[in-house]
Structures are given as C-alpha cells and as structure tokens.
C-alpha cells in the first residue's frame, strides 16, 4: 500500500522576556535549582497572577511575522492536569479565544514549489517545571526531583492547522521547523536555544491510504526537543504505522515518546482531547483587550524578515545564493555581516569570508558573533585589503588570525609584523632568477611542456617570501623566463 503522510506540529517557543509569565521571578538558564520561584508560580493558595505586557507583545508580534489574524478578544483559560512539575495542578493557557489565528507560512514544497502551510493558531502560556531523575532513564530511577525555575516561564504555541495543507513529508518537516525557528529568533521573540528546552515541540502523525478521503487515527509523540531526534522519531512512525494498516490492524489514538537510545516510540499514555483537560476562563485574569494602536505599534516595530532580508542580500549586494543562506541562519550573523557593507568595497568576498573563515573560527573558539572580538569596520577593511590586491589571501588569512587574537586593526598589525606584499617586480624577478637556478631539474620541465611544474616554483618563492607575493604575478614572470 501507498499512503499519505499527514504531520502536523505544536511548537512551544520560550519567549525572551527577563520575567516569568505572571510574577516577578526572573527568566534565567543557570540559576541553581529552584532558585528563581515565588508563591505566585509555585501555586500557594491565596496568590494572584499578573500578566507580563512584554509577553503578550511577543505572542502578537510572532503571531504577525507568521500572518496570523490578532484577535481583539482573548481569553485565559485553566488547563486542568497533574504532573508533579505542574505546582497548581493546571497550567494557565488559551483555549477558546487565543491571541493569534487563522495563519500561514510558505516553505520549499517536495516538488520544489513554494508550499503554504496553515497555522491554526498561537497562544500564549506558562511553561511547566522541570523533573531531574536520579539515573539516565525514568525507569532506572529510584527518584525524580523537581526544579520550579522553569515554572511560570512565558511560552508561545504555535499549532499547526491539519485541514490545511498540513507537512507531508520528512523534507518538509525539516524546513517547516526551521523556518520558524529562524523567524523566532530574527524578531527578537525567542532565542530558540534547543540544549536550554527553549524550542520544543510535540508531533503528530497519520497516515491514509493514497486517494482515501478517510484518516487513521492520529498519534501525538510528546516532548521532542532535537531535530535529528524529531525526524527520527517520524521514520518509525511512519513505518510503525504502515505495518499495523498493511496487516489489518487499527492505529490507535495515543501519546507515545521516542527513546532516543533505542530510536523507537514507546506508548505513553491514551492521548487526551480538550474535554479531558475541563478548560474553563480563569477567574484571576481579566479578558484580555487587544486594541488596534497596540498591535500597529508592534507591527511598525517588526524588523526585517528572514526571506525578505535573503532577496535583499542577493539581490542589493550581489553576494551568491550560499553565503546569503548561511548569513540569514542567524540574526546576529547578519546583523554583523550588514554593518560591515558600509566600510566594505567587495562585499562578495565579504559574503565568503564570513560563511567560512569568520564562522569557522567561531565554531573553532565555541563562540557566538556576540563575542567576536573584530569590530564590522576592521574585518571590512582587511576584505577591502584583499579585494584591491594590497594582501594575499595567505596574508589575510594570518592578519584575520591575529586580530582575532589580538584585537588589532589589519592595517598596525601589517605593519608590525612586516607582512606588506612585495609588488616591486625587479625584486620578484631576482627571486624568480634564484629559485630556477636552484632547480634546474624542474625548469627542465617545465620547459619541456610540464606545466604543473610551475606550481613548484611558486611554492618556492611563496615560501621564501612568507606568503607576501602575488602568486598569479610571480607564475607570469616564471612562465615569461621559460
């Protein structure tokens, strides 16, 4: 049997706000354990939430860059479940009325094309705790603990819409999920850091018959947090699926989870619907009354899209399809790479230099472009360098090391160092003369068509100049003396 794949996502995003949800605890990663918690997002009896503006302003702000509808009318609603790490016994969240709906983002389709997925909504909650076992899996655990710094943290759902144009592939799923998160982080919504659970998200999967108009039951696989582990997690989905279908058998409606050590899905739990959860309006919060002024506000605030900024790229400052790619990966990338044009003749090169001797020397140094220590006018002066032939790539590549190190500007540290190229062509010519007399046996060759031989050569002077020649000059003058 042939079947379609339907996969639909319900990504959680932790917003970047400096304050949980609905206290005054701060948001912070390496606070040691229960650090940062309150009685409000504890859950004491007696307490009252206090909603966080910049939280809301964040939810409406993704909900714009994802080209969701901004209800005027929300409302806050109790989802009712216990887990040792949810304190109140439920989580504050939307149901009804959530603060974004009806939205859409356009992806790489399997066929090439752009492809429109449907968003149905994004709503705006408090993230649970976090449970820390004794031993790497549950079940070796003789006990759990539990961290409340997490609790009440601001969290966006953005739930994708099955009804229309749902991910219908592996290929699609990858870039679905990394769009959004690419658009997260460039309007300041979310960090997205996966290691810290900022960008998890659950998956749910059917499969149907190719040309059914019926669907099987629907599985949810919950708390994936790992690409690699998500796409995983679908293949033995998909397989799963298929074998139970093709031997007769029904799909059953529950929640599983993917254990990454055996790359299997195990059954969780029967998977809930809304009813099991008794949402009702919380009765601490007012409805929320979202005026016009305030979303237009936040829309005129919005900065430049991932998309729109990659056509700019290309098309503004020439530079391949590639390098933009890769710029465009992340915010402050491009952010770096933007202020540099001002003070850059080639910004080409400039593209390639950052897309592969600026990002491997931060992933060499673990280091974000946050604490790149070169300033965007010094490292578009050193391509300036380059590009106008006043340097070697060689010698750009040793200055860019040093300012690296050093914080020194190319032009001091090419002075200091002595590594000004050799442009008089009668010393080059000297150079040339003593290398070919010191290889005979290779000019020989050379002049008996063995072009290669050349290459030789240009080592050799390359080698006794330190890199400062003109490689292209120096292989005319060979070939001229020949």
């Not at 959680?12 to 912070?28: D, G, N, Q, Y």
């Not at 044009?341 to 593209?351: A, E, F, N, S």
């Not at 002075?415 to 010393?427: M, V, Y």
Request: with cysteine; hydrophobic share 35%; glycine share 6%.
């Amino acid at each position: 049997m042939d079947f379609d794949v339907i996969i639909c996502f319900e990504i959680h995003a932790e917003l970047s706000t400096k304050t949980k949800l609905f206290c005054r605890c701060p948001v912070s990663y390496d606070a040691a354990p229960n650090e940062n918690i309150c009685p409000v997002c504890t859950g004491h009896p007696g307490t009252l939430p206090v909603l966080n503006r910049k939280a809301v302003e964040c939810c409406i702000r993704a909900g714009l860059a994802l080209n969701c509808n901004i209800n005027s009318r929300s409302i806050f609603a109790r989802k009712n479940y216990f887990y040792p790490d949810l304190p109140k016994g439920y989580q504050i969240s939307q149901y009804e009325c959530p603060l974004c709906e009806d939205g859409y983002l356009e992806i790489p389709g399997d066929d090439g094309k752009p492809y429109i997925v449907g968003i149905k909504r994004i709503h705006l909650e408090e993230d649970a705790g976090k449970l820390v076992h004794s031993a790497v899996t549950f079940e070796a655990s003789e006990y759990s603990l539990v961290d409340y710094n997490r609790a009440g943290v601001p969290l966006i759902e953005i739930v994708a819409d099955h009804t229309k144009n749902p991910i219908r592939s592996l290929q699609e799923a990858r870039s679905y999920l990394g769009k959004v998160r690419q658009i997260l982080q460039h309007i300041g919504v979310s960090d997205c850091v996966i290691e810290q659970g900022q960008f998890r998200c659950d998956v749910n999967i059917s499969l149907r018959q190719v040309k059914s108009p019926d669907f099987n039951e629907r599985v949810e696989i919950k708390n994936m947090a790992s690409f690699k582990s998500i796409i995983e997690a679908l293949k033995y989905e998909i397989k799963r699926q298929s074998e139970i279908i093709e031997s007769g058998g029904e799909i059953s409606q529950e929640t599983r989870l993917f254990d990454e050590v055996k790359m299997v899905t195990v059954p969780m739990r029967s998977k809930e619907d809304a009813p099991d959860y008794r949402y009702f309006p919380d009765p601490d919060l007012v409805e929320l009354d979202i005026d016009r002024d305030f979303v237009r506000k936040i829309k005129d605030d919005m900065p430049e899209l991932p998309g729109i900024r990659l056509n700019r790229f290309i098309k503004d400052f020439g530079i391949s399809e590639e390098d933009a790619h890769l710029i465009i990966g992340k915010r402050d990338l491009s952010d770096y790479f933007e202020s540099c044009v001002p003070y850059c003749t080639d910004l080409k090169k400039l593209g390639s230099w950052i897309t592969n001797e600026l990002i491997k020397v931060l992933n060499e140094n673990s280091i974000s472009i946050k604490k790149f220590p070169v300033a965007p006018k010094d490292f578009a002066r050193l391509i300036t360098l380059i590009s106008c032939n006043n340097i070697t790539e060689k010698i750009g590549r040793l200055v860019f090391k040093d300012m690296f190190e050093t914080g020194g500007t190319p032009d001091s540290i090419i002075e200091e160092k002595g590594l000004k190229p050799i442009q008089e062509t009668d010393i080059l010519e000297k150079m040339v003369e003593e290398i070919m007399k010191e290889n005979p046996g290779v000019v020989s060759r050379l002049k008996d068509g063995k072009k290669e031989s050349v290459n030789f050569l240009i080592g050799k002077i390359m080698k006794r100049t330190r890199g400062r020649a003109d490689a292209k000059k120096v292989s005319a003058l060979i070939l001229k003396k020949v």
